[in-house]
């Protein structure tokens, strides 16, 4: 079955500093990954997908993530935090069909941006 | 723009109680599901469907049934409501594997 591990539940960055959060799957097909947001009392809102082709995806916000098949992973980073960057961050990977059978989350990361 | 709707931001119901969560999109998706939301767990998969008429469990269906009689509506049905399903229950639709999935704002239900 597959699984997705995000590490850290909480994550605290400055202002202006590196974004990382991680997460780590177990699959035994070819993944589809997703990165979405959620702010507070809102639904979620996707950031950036992988399927196929390129390792290094780009999406909104000034984030990315670059899928590594041999460590399992798919990173997302931005190279300067902003206030408004502050939520809960989930990975989630494409059950069979892409995600047509549903996506399995991560337990999310809550980002905290200080000043 | 894309939009899903859920019926209610916020719902408190008594224990024993049957609930019904309504979601609709007017996207003309072929695909919709129900998670449930909880501190800690991430979001959980209840069920899923393909097509009107259609369903399929999610990882947690116990306690829960779906009903999809027209393809933009997706209804998520509590039986019987107890305190263990108190939780933010989240809408989603996608037109077809490997795209996004797009999100209602949630219902954030409390059973007393």
């Known amino acids: 079955a597959q699984s997705v591990t995000q590490l850290g539940s909480h994550v605290s960055v400055s202002e202006g500093a590196l974004v990382l959060l991680r997460c780590n799957y177990s699959?035994?097909?070819?993944?589809?990954l997703f990165w979405y947001v959620q702010y507070p009392n809102q639904g979620l809102q996707l950031l950036l997908k992988?399927?196929?082709?390129?390792?290094l995806v780009k999406g909104i916000n000034g984030f990315e993530a670059e899928f590594k098949k041999s460590e399992t992973s798919f990173h997302l980073t931005k190279p300067s935090a902003h206030m408004s960057d502050a939520a809960e961050y989930f990975c989630?990977?494409?059950?069979?069909?892409?995600?047509?059978?549903?996506?399995?989350f991560g337990k999310g990361t809550h980002l905290i941006i200080q000043p | 723009d894309v939009k899903v709707t859920q019926s209610s931001r916020y719902l408190v119901k008594r224990t024993g109680e049957k609930v019904f969560l309504e979601c609709v999109q007017d996207?003309?998706?072929?695909?919709m599901f129900w998670y449930r939301q909880d501190p800690g767990l991430g979001l959980r998969l209840i069920y899923f469907?393909?097509?009107?008429?259609?369903?399929e469990k999610g990882d947690i269906p116990e306690g829960y049934s779906v009903s999809r009689e027209k393809k933009e509506r997706f209804s998520l049905i509590l039986e019987s409501a107890s305190t263990n399903q108190t939780s933010m229950y989240l809408c989603?639709?996608?037109?077809?594997?490997?795209?996004?999935?797009?999100f209602g704002p949630g219902t954030r239900l409390t059973v007393l």
């Open positions: 989630a990977f494409g059950n069979s069909g892409g995600g047509a059978d549903g996506l399995t």
């Open positions: 699959s035994s097909v070819p993944p589809y």
């Open positions: 992988y399927t196929t082709g390129a390792t």
């Open positions: 996207m003309d998706h072929e695909n």
């Open positions: 469907s393909y097509d009107v008429k259609m369903k």
């Open positions: 989603a639709s996608m037109v077809g594997g490997g795209n996004e999935q797009f």
